[in-house]
């Protein structure tokens, strides 16, 4: 397997028979069959390995695929290896030095087919006495596939070197000759740059956590409706992916936009006229009703790698009918989800707050809030929620009231989306250590939700296929030792919340808050 792949561009006026002749001097050459191979360019959707200075090529071979993972821009390999199938998830690969890595950057993310390249490629090998190949070269000339059409651009020709291991001396010689002999360059960019600049596609335009940055004195309705449009587009952009269920991550944002969205027009309603947030606000209370069912068995499903090491081994095996329950389950569910989110109220509801969002049915009243600058709302509203906080968490030990933390959770929560969406408005040096500890309490408390959540909603499953489908007792107990092993962690939990809690209560963390958010 080759250490490292070189890449080098080719100048106009050099063949590969000029390149064989070259080599042909110093050593003995074997030349190939030229072959036309289809390269496929993986990444997520939102090209979370592109951004992380990765590509991941496939090519098909026989049998099987060839997969490449090397670094942007040079070419340096971390892993190449063949694959019998195309893997869907980083989890689905074999090795486990490949999954593993590939699972720290893509999580749950569904790897999928981006760049088509058609390449017409013909490969060198240089060879000893022996017939032993001590070097690779591949000469190819590729063209980018438009997706759905005929249309191709022609990419840069580029010769790619694969030095193998033990042969570096071989590897130097060769290197020298055909970049002072042939006046091969490395090259200055990436072929799946070039490809994404002959194709148009913006790979940085997507994000699903938007950077605002506001006018302190813009009027607070302008500066949310800013807001409100951003994630509305959010929403358009995720809604085909979450109906067609390409991956779980297109209806996470979806919601996550969602949600961020109630939280806005929940709390900031006195910056709206009445008639037009009371109607919207229904209308997302609605989105929530029909698409959380959905993502909570994507977060089941998303989580089973982990709950399998959760029992003990005799136990482990047994947790599979409950893998095929969930995937039943969430078939189902979203069955029921695409019907309301492809149906004329959808459709209606967004095209009605689109108009709202762009000032196309903008009132001629407007409520007070609504002209007051975005600085002054912003700075009210976040301190509210602090102070409802302070005053909700001051009581709570976090072992005796599951409740009370839960509904802690709602307003730490609503209290994180604020000071990220507004925080350009304040000095960041002020600001940081208060998100800082903002975060962390966050964390505690949303992974207590989701610990209480899911010890409830395994015991409830275990119910349902006990009643829907024929169980044996080695899978309800594993299904009970999960549940217990949940609650086990969510009492850990709770035990960690006063630290994480007092952090942000702190008279010193008050005074910050009072400093950067309170009217007086």
């Known amino acids: 397997?080759?250490?490292?792949?070189?890449?080098?561009?080719?100048?106009?006026?050099?063949?590969?028979?000029?390149?064989?002749?070259?080599?042909?001097?110093?050593?003995?050459?074997?030349?190939?069959?030229?072959?036309?191979?289809?390269?496929?360019?993986?990444?997520?959707?939102?090209?979370?390995?592109?951004?992380?200075?990765?590509?991941?090529?496939?090519?098909?071979?026989?049998?099987?695929?060839?997969?490449?993972?090397?670094?942007?821009?040079?070419?340096?390999?971390?892993?190449?290896?063949?694959?019998?199938?195309?893997?869907?998830?980083?989890?689905?690969?074999?090795?486990?030095?490949?999954?593993?890595c590939l699972s720290g950057m893509l999580g749950r993310r569904t790897l999928m087919p981006k760049i088509s390249i058609t390449s017409s490629t013909r490969e060198l090998r240089v060879i000893n006495a022996d017939h032993k190949t001590l070097l690779r070269i591949e000469m190819r000339r590729d063209r980018a596939v438009v997706a759905q059409s005929t249309t191709y651009f022609k990419l840069p020709d580029a010769i790619y070197l694969f030095p193998l291991r033990g042969f570096d001396s071989i590897h130097e010689k060769i290197t020298s000759l055909l970049t002072r002999k042939g006046r091969l360059r490395p090259i200055t960019e990436d072929p799946l740059v070039t490809a994404l600049g002959r194709l148009g596609i913006d790979t940085s335009r997507y994000t699903n956590s938007p950077v605002f940055h506001f006018d302190p004195e813009q009027p607070a309705y302008e500066a949310l409706c800013d807001v409100l449009d951003r994630y509305r587009r959010i929403m358009d952009e995720n809604l085909s992916g979450a109906c067609e269920d390409k991956d779980p991550e297109f209806l996470h944002d979806f919601l996550h936009a969602a949600r961020r969205s109630q939280c806005l027009l929940h709390h900031y309603f006195n910056a709206f006229p009445s008639k037009i947030i009371n109607l919207i606000r229904q209308d997302f209370d609605w989105l929530e009703e029909i698409t959380a069912p959905v993502r909570s068995l994507d977060i089941y499903l998303g989580l089973f790698d982990e709950f399998v090491t959760r029992v003990d081994a005799d136990h482990r095996v047994a947790l599979e009918p409950l893998r095929h329950f969930l995937e039943a389950e969430k078939l189902k569910e979203h069955r029921l989800m695409r019907v309301p989110l492809e149906s004329p109220r959808y459709r209606r509801t967004m095209k009605s707050w689109e108009n709202i969002l762009s000032g196309q049915t903008r009132p001629e009243s407007m409520p007070e809030d609504a002209r007051r600058p975005i600085l002054e709302i912003a700075s009210k509203g976040i301190y509210s929620i602090y102070l409802e906080l302070i005053e909700k968490g001051r009581g709570i030990m976090g072992t005796d009231n599951p409740d009370a933390l839960l509904e802690l959770q709602i307003v730490e929560k609503r209290l994180g989306y604020e000071m990220e969406t507004f925080r350009n408005l304040y000095p960041q040096k002020m600001i940081e250590p208060a998100l800082v500890a903002s975060r962390q309490l966050q964390d505690n408390l949303n992974k207590f939700q989701n610990l209480h959540l899911q010890h409830g909603s395994?015991?409830?499953?275990?119910?349902?296929?006990?009643?829907?489908?024929?169980?044996?007792?080695?899978?309800?107990?594993?299904?009970?030792?999960?549940?217990?092993?949940?609650?086990?962690?969510?009492?850990?939990?709770?035990?960690?919340?006063?630290?994480?809690?007092?952090?942000?209560?702190?008279?010193?963390?008050?005074?910050?808050?009072?400093?950067?958010?309170?009217?007086n």
């Open 1 to 100: 397997m080759p250490e490292d792949q070189l890449i080098f561009s080719v100048p106009e006026n050099v063949t590969l028979q000029d390149l064989k002749n070259w080599l042909l001097e110093k050593q003995f050459v074997e030349e190939l069959e030229p072959v036309e191979i289809q390269r496929v360019f993986f990444d997520t959707f939102d090209w979370r390995l592109f951004n992380s200075g990765n590509v991941l090529e496939i090519a098909s071979t026989k049998p099987g695929y060839l997969l490449t993972w090397r670094a942007l821009g040079g070419g340096a390999l971390h892993a190449q290896t063949t694959i019998r199938q195309i893997p869907r998830f980083a989890s689905d690969f074999v090795a486990p030095g490949l999954r593993n």
């Open 458 to 519: 395994l015991l409830d499953y275990s119910k349902k296929m006990q009643r829907e489908v024929r169980t044996m007792p080695v899978w309800v107990e594993a299904i009970e030792l999960l549940a217990a092993d949940r609650e086990q962690e969510e009492r850990k939990m709770q035990a960690e919340f006063r630290a994480r809690y007092d952090r942000l209560a702190r008279k010193k963390m008050q005074r910050r808050f009072r400093a950067l958010f309170s009217p």
